[in-house]
């Protein structure tokens, strides 16, 4: 009968413990990298767009780079100044100052990874690249000239993939924001150059009608 009792007591104390062990689980943490598929759907026509679309449209390369959430990690910022390197891609899709500025927020350890596309498209059409993350650099933001135009360009600007903080997304789809990096004051897909002097700051443009496409982010790995 002690026996009994004891064994009775044992098992009484095992599953205790398991209970203690199970409710002191740790949330689940992501891995430490992730990589996405980083597609730009061009939906800019003139199905979209009737009478604004103009002949030739299309856009430059895609740039971006996975980085901290910090602002001074940001690529560029909304009611602030562009930097050269902005200026160049959204006035002439030219990305060799922004790729060194990339470069540089690497060495630093504000960003992780570039992302350095060498295709335009014509629109609609798609550009396609990848991008590795991380836990410390979960954010992305990509850039891409609208073109033709004075100085403006379609961006995702500062998307955390880390959800809640420990689950990587699977996959999003957002609409790109049209941008004006206010470097220069033409108002027409098609206006001469009118170099702003001083610049303005960086403001959110304004399309009729749907947006000018879509930044689709994949995990694949």
């Known amino acids: 009968m002690k026996r009994q009792f004891l064994f009775l007591a044992l098992a009484a104390g095992v599953a205790s413990c398991n209970k203690i062990v199970d409710d002191k689980l740790p949330e689940p943490t992501p891995e430490s990298t992730a990589l996405y598929r980083v597609t730009f759907e061009a939906t800019w026509s003139a199905a ?6 103009p002949a030739g449209a299309h856009f430059s390369p895609l ?3 996975s980085h901290r959430p910090a602002v001074d990690a ?3 910022r909304a009611g602030f100044p562009a930097s050269p390197g902005i200026k160049n891609m959204a ?3 030219n990305n060799t100052a922004l790729r060194a500025g990339i470069k540089a927020l690497i060495g630093e350890q504000k960003a992780f990874r570039l992302l350095d596309g060498r295709n ?3 629109s609609p059409g798609l550009l396609v690249d990848t991008l590795r993350l991380d ?3 979960p954010v992305v933001t990509v850039v891409t000239m609208i073109a033709p135009s004075p100085d403006w360009f379609a961006a995702l600007d500062a998307e955390n993939l880390l959800e809640n903080g420990n689950v990587w997304a699977t996959t999003r789809r957002i609409p790109a924001i049209f941008y004006d990096a206010g470097t220069d004051s033409g108002l027409e897909y ?3 150059d009118q170099p702003t002097t001083p610049a303005t700051p ?3 443009g304004y399309t009729p009608g749907a947006p000018l496409g879509y930044f689709k982010l994949e995990r694949i790995k």
Do not use: K, N
């Open 202 to 204: 960086i403001v959110v």
């Open 48 to 53: 979209t767009h009737p009478g604004s679309y």
């Open 74 to 76: 940001r690529l560029f």
């Open 63 to 65: 740039i971006g780079a």
């Open 135 to 137: 836990v410390q650099h």
């Open 91 to 93: 006035e002439l899709g």
């Open 190 to 192: 098609t206006s001469s």
């Open 120 to 122: 335009a498209t014509a």
